[in-house]
């Protein structure tokens, strides 16, 4: 994991953390505040699946990307080691 992965994790769980304390503190009944907990975990799941699957869209185009020029590189040296030279 990297250092931007890293802070953007820890961000968000701060985050998390702040809007679930702020809503155990809020003057409401517990059943408003679960509901609200539910809910607010529900939005960012929802999120974060999204994120999710546009990163792997990411990482398949890079890897697709990756393969092609590999092969692209493999025949390029397949030409130049198979050529005699004059």
């Not at 953390?17 to 939005?43: H, Y």
Request: glycine residues 6%.
């Amino acid at each position: 994991m990297n250092t931007t992965s890293r802070v953007l994790l820890g961000i968000s769980v701060a985050a998390a953390a702040g809007v679930v304390a702020g809503m155990l503190l809020a003057p409401e009944k517990g059943l408003e505040t679960q509901q609200k907990i539910k809910e607010t975990a529900n939005d960012w799941l929802s999120k974060l699946l999204t994120a999710l699957a546009s990163g792997q869209e990411i990482a398949t185009d890079a890897t697709k990307k990756v393969v092609s020029a590999t092969e692209e590189f493999a025949r390029g040296a397949s030409r130049t080691v198979n050529t005699p030279n004059n």
